[in-house]
Nanobody, 130 residues
Framework: QVQMAESGGGLVQAGGSLRLSCAVSGLVFDENGEYIMGWFRQTPGKEREGVSCIGWIGKGIYYKEDVKGRFTISRDIAKNTLSLEMNNLKPEDTATYYC????????????????????WGKGTLVTISS
């Protein structure tokens, strides 16, 4: 059973930084040999959106346009951790952030729609004050 648990959310001022972490366990590799790992975010009344995605094994990567140059996704296979470094944060980044995974080949360039993701963490709240 895949389990995912986020940490690192909090309240910071605009322009500040946060690092989100997601502890991952239970990944089982099938014939796809890969998992798409992603960070998604959601605010009340809005649909959950993909912020950044990365292949657990490969080099595929994706960033939503408005976080490019500010956010960096990474994974540490040895530590079973998915991370999201967020710099120059803006009030519009305020949301609950979720890590997610799905077993599927991945070469980058997109995040799957939230409904396609198989496993989810419970989320961590990020609040950016102006």
């Amino acid at each position: 059973q895949v389990q995912m648990a986020e940490s690192g959310g909090g309240l910071v001022q605009a322009g500040g930084s946060l690092r989100l972490s997601c502890a991952v366990s239970g990944l089982v590799f099938d014939e796809n040999g890969e998992y798409i790992m992603g960070w998604f975010r959601q605010t009340p009344g809005k649909e959950r959106e993909g912020v950044s995605c990365i292949g657990w094994i490969g080099k595929g990567i994706y960033y939503k346009e408005d976080v490019k140059g500010r956010f960096t996704i990474s994974r540490d296979i040895a530590k079973n951790t998915l991370s999201l470094e967020m710099n120059n944060l803006k009030p519009e980044d305020t949301a609950t952030y979720y890590c997610a995974a799905m077993p599927y080949p991945y070469s980058g360039g997109y995040c799957p729609g939230p409904k396609r993701m198989t496993y989810w963490g419970k989320g961590t709240l990020v609040t950016i004050s102006s």
